[in-house]
């Protein structure tokens, strides 16, 4: 069992950045490839971006060039790094993760958390 808790959301104006982080708990967590996904009011929830167990990432169209996902399996988190922020980009931001080493950006994954929110004002 993963436990995901993220962190680092927050309000910031259009240009701005934000760093998310997911911090993981389990001893499986460098064996996961995990994810971040958003959900916008009145929107389905989203893929946003997924970094594999080898480190490899893959993005949405909407925030390649602007987004970085980044893991540290030694600390157990995953981190998104959001640049360039704009109006569009608020939502409730997920972490998620498993069940496998690799993940293309569609299909389910194991594990989830909470969210944070993410507001950017114009």
């Known amino acids: 069992q993963v436990q995901l808790v993220e962190s680092g959301g927050g309000l910031v104006q259009a240009g701005g950045s934000l760093r998310l982080s997911c911090a993981a708990s389990?001893?499986?967590?460098?064996?996961?490839?995990m994810g971040w996904f958003r959900q916008a009011p009145g929107k389905e929830r989203e893929f946003v971006a997924a970094?594999?167990?080898?480190?490899?990432?893959t993005y949405a169209e909407s925030v390649k060039g602007r987004f970085t996902i980044s893991r540290d399996n030694a600390k157990n988190t995953v981190y998104l790094q959001m640049n360039s922020l704009k109006p569009e980009d608020t939502a409730v931001y997920y972490c998620?993760?498993?069940?496998?080493?690799?993940?293309?950006?569609?299909?389910?994954?194991?594990?989830w958390g909470q969210g944070t929110q993410v507001t950017v004002s114009s």
């Open positions: 389990g001893r499986t967590f460098s064996s996961y490839a």
């Open positions: 998620a993760g498993g069940p496998s080493r690799y993940y293309s950006g569609s299909g389910p994954m194991s594990y």
């Open positions: 970094i594999n167990w080898s480190g490899g990432s």
